[in-house]
């Protein structure tokens, strides 16, 4: 996935700018400190304590130069107007939060206000679409059964979350003003493998297939999350 947003970073903006970058849920830091490092401003916004912990922990042991390039706040992803200016930033991330937001439309309107014009909203949600492979790959059929009329599932966290469905997610981003412009599968093939499990020998040629499949019809579809990015116009 970082492979992804690189190449729409690359393509909208030009080689060597600095740009203004918002991680909303940031977790642990890990994307906002890789941005950073490549040379970018970042903050990134986080409200579970334990997270923000671990990201100031791990910023802390980067040298100066990438410390003074990133702020970490404790704070709402939905709070953003509360924190930051409109049009503050070229491209805002949120990975992996939408699933937690009952009502993800506002969320998604503040964002798009954060962003300056042609500015970039990176979105990674559960796919809606898709929500019976993992059950029925793992051949739990009652489940599979149930997924195809819902977005509502059970993460692997033991968490009742919700998905999105890539028409809905399209016409939410016409409609803040962040029109759609590409999208990826992501975990095409890899979403039913177990939770700590060996990194296989041949890790470069899965991550490989992965891409390509995340990249091509029809299998990015069934993807178990898609990654939308919308443009501000």
Not at 50 to 66: C, F, H, Q
Not at 68 to 96: A, K, N, Y
Not at 175 to 186: D, F, K, M, Q, S
């Amino acid at each position: 996935m970082a492979r992804q947003l690189d190449e729409q970073i690359v393509a909208r903006f030009p080689v060597g700018q600095r740009l203004r970058v918002l991680d909303v849920g940031m977790g642990q830091g890990t994307q906002a400190l890789r941005l950073a490092r490549a040379g970018h401003q970042v903050t990134g916004l986080e409200q579970d304590a334990t997270m923000v912990a671990a990201a100031r922990k791990s910023l802390a042991g980067e040298p100066e130069g990438i410390r003074e390039r990133m702020r970490i706040i404790e704070g709402d992803g939905r709070d953003t107007g509360v924190h930051f200016l409109p049009g503050s930033f070229d491209v805002v991330l949120c990975h992996g939060v939408l699933m937690y937001v009952e009502e993800p439309d506002p969320l998604l309107a503040g964002l798009a206000r954060m962003l300056a014009h042609g500015g970039l909203l990176s979105l990674l949600v559960r796919n809606g679409d898709a929500l019976a492979i993992r059950p029925g790959l793992s051949g739990d059929w009652s489940g599979a059964l149930a997924a195809f009329d819902t977005v509502s599932y059970r993460n692997r966290l033991g968490m009742d979350v919700r998905a999105d469905r890539l028409k809905d997610l399209t016409s939410t981003l016409a409609g803040i003003g962040a029109p759609l412009h590409a999208w990826y599968g992501v975990r095409v093939f890899t979403d039913t493998a177990a939770d700590g499990a060996e990194v296989p020998a041949d890790v470069e040629t899965l991550l490989a297939v992965e891409e390509k499949a995340g990249r091509t019809d029809p299998y990015r579809g069934v993807a178990a999350l898609l990654h939308l990015c919308g443009v501000r116009g």
